[in-house]
């Protein structure tokens, strides 16, 4: 399990102006504590990304970008970061999502090592090379995978599972001509970002009504998935297991339960395990505030159906 403190966002309230529970991964981490899943000493401690590893993937003109704070205020749609000086937003917003964007990149390594690995953080499945939104200022899951294609000897195939209640469209513009990544994506049809170009890249698409509910849910995540697996034995899967498919989330327009959603993430994790296919997951959106106890039960579920575990 891949987290630093340095993942939260914390500055003079500022974080409350967007509908994201900017403290979530911290809460996500207390309670897994207080479970006694895990102590300091089991949690892989995220390193921040550094210019050189965002290049990888981005653009220097893109990440030049980022040192206007009204570009900044955009992504993140957190409208008062315009008028603050940029070494502040350097180091109170965007620190903390380069840092959960090293997380991810750690967490690919781990996941082919140990066959699992949860970064709590990340999931910016908005974010292409040269463009951000929708909350995401790095394209952490492009960025995880291009690392192991280039620095980890036998990973040439990828499957991305994205369950976010929005569209992935960052990965799929990055992916679009590239027959090594498969990209699976379940969304509501209907929100942010209605992206037509980037849907091209889905080879799954499973597009959602207003307000589905779990049943019908589980049954599409349970097919589409084995399905997209048995189409394509990946080396890595990433699996992008936001929670704003929760009944009553603003944004997500999806009327999934709690108990649902730890169901989900538990299908994932069972058609990678039982496949041997290594699985890294990601948190991703999720804006209310009972989300990071939600993430919390699913983590303590796999952990108890022996889905994940310490060895």
């Known amino acids: 399990i891949v987290y630093s403190p340095d993942y939260n966002i914390t500055f003079m309230g500022l974080e409350k102006l967007h509908p994201f529970d900017a403290g979530k991964w911290g809460k996500v981490i207390n309670f897994l504590k207080e479970e006694k899943l895990i102590g300091d000493d089991l949690i892989v401690q995220a390193r921040e990304a550094t210019d050189e590893d965002l290049l990888v993937v981005h653009t220097r003109r893109y990440l030049n970008k980022l040192k206007w704070s009204f570009v900044v205020a955009t992504i993140t749609e957190i409208p008062p970061v315009l008028f603050l000086p940029n070494f502040l937003v350097q180091r109170k917003v965007l620190k903390p999502l380069r840092t959960q964007t090293g997380g991810t990149i750690m967490a ?7 066959g699992w690995a949860i970064n709590v953080g990340g999931g910016f499945h908005h974010c292409s090379s040269d463009k951000g939104g929708g909350f995401c200022a790095y394209a952490d899951i492009t960025l995880a995978i291009k690392f192991l294609f280039e620095r980890v000897p036998g990973v040439s195939k990828a499957t991305i599972i994205d369950l976010d209640a ?3 469209n960052g990965h799929e513009r990055d992916f679009m001509d590239d027959q ?11 929100i942010y970002p209605g992206d037509g170009f980037a849907k091209r890249a889905i080879k799954r698409k499973v597009e959602l009504e207003w307000g589905t509910e779990d049943t019908e849910y589980l049954q599409k995540v349970h097919t589409h998935v084995e399905g997209a697996l048995n189409e394509l034995k990946p080396d890595i899967i990433v699996y992008n297991a936001g929670t704003d498919i929760l009944d009553g989330d603003p944004l997500g327009g999806l009327a999934i339960s709690p108990q649902g959603i730890v169901k989900r993430d538990e299908v994932v994790f069972k058609a990678a395990r ?5 699985i890294l997951m990601v948190t ?7 989300t990071a106890r939600i993430i919390a039960d699913s983590i303590l579920n796999l952990h108890n159906l022996g889905l994940i575990d310490k060895e």
């Open 108 to 114: 690919g390594k781990l996941a082919v090592d140990r």
């Open 180 to 190: 090594r990544v498969y990209i699976m994506d379940a969304y509501n049809r209907y």
């Open 274 to 278: 039982s496949r041997r296919i290594p």
């Open 284 to 290: 991703s959106g999720g804006y209310q505030k009972r």
């Open 166 to 168: 929005h569209q992935g």
